[in-house]
T-cell receptor, first 116, second 114 residues
Framework: DAGVTQSPTHLIKTRGQHVTLRCSPI?????VSWYQQVLGQGPQFIFQ???????GRGNFPDRFSARQFPNYSSELNVNALLLGDSALYLC???????????????FGPGTRLLVL | AQTVTQSQPEMSVQEAETVTLSCTYD???????LFWYKQPPSRQMILVIR??????QNATENRFSVNFQKAAKSFSLKISDSQLGDAAMYFC???????????FGTGTSLTVIP
């Protein structure tokens, strides 16, 4: 089975631009979470979506938005990019079936965003 | 908000030896989950081991085991018979049972010396 996939792998943007990152969860997983990982730090939670609804939001400005589609894939959008948005953006999915596995998140390889 | 602290930015271990990575966390909740994730240089985060707070027995996965001390809010990872492929950044993570987000520590970079 394919794991969590993300696209693109790398992206270079300039300040003020907009970016869209994409994520496909593990087949059968209905929950997708997004994290920002700045170099040298642990991942910071941005959003969680479950069944196309936002279920949680971290301490990020309104420039960050996301959505989940009927096939459970997800997009993360960032507007008015700042230099400080340069980071690895990770997507994670989790199982919908309940039980212990529901609490575990499985991560994709990430999208490396560089803002110049 | 919950916080997770990894006080060892870097650790090294000789191949075939044992190493312990430390993690402490701060929470007022009684029901939660703890995880260790491994992030190799290729950067994909891989689950190493998980522990439910309501279980007293420490989790074990092959060469990986944890020492979970709930009262001390400590969750260390022991890697036995270290292998070159164990070299990576290791992150400790917390999730409350009723919550929807993970809290990660700042990571420990593990080097395995041949």
């Amino acid at each position: 089975d394919a794991g969590v996939t993300q696209s693109p792998t790398h992206l270079i943007k300039t300040r003020g631009q907009h970016v869209t990152l994409r994520c496909s969860p593990i087949s059968g997983h209905k929950s997708v979470s997004w994290y920002q990982q700045v170099l040298g730090q642990g991942p910071q939670f941005i959003f969680q979506y479950y069944e196309k609804e936002e279920r949680g939001r971290g301490n990020f400005p309104d420039r960050f938005s996301a959505r989940q589609f009927p096939n459970y894939s997800s997009e993360l959008n960032v507007n008015a990019l700042l230099l400080g948005d340069s980071a690895l953006y990770l997507c994670a999915s989790s199982s919908p079936s309940g039980g212990p596995l529901q609490e575990t998140q499985y991560f994709g390889p990430g999208t490396r965003l560089l803002v110049l | 908000a919950q916080t997770v602290t990894q006080s060892q930015p870097e650790m090294s271990v000789q191949e075939a030896e044992t190493v312990t990575l430390s993690c402490t966390y701060d929470t007022s909740e009684s029901d939660y989950y703890l995880f260790w994730y491994k992030q190799p240089p290729s950067r994909q985060m891989i689950l190493v081991i998980r522990q439910e707070a309501y279980k007293q027995q420490n989790a074990t996965e092959n060469r990986f085991s944890v020492n979970f001390q709930k009262a001390a809010k400590s969750f260390s990872l022991k890697i036995s018979d270290s292998q070159l492929g164990d070299a990576a950044m290791y992150f400790c993570a917390y999730r409350s049972a009723g919550g929807n987000q993970f809290y990660f520590g700042t990571g420990t970079s593990l080097t395995v010396i041949p």
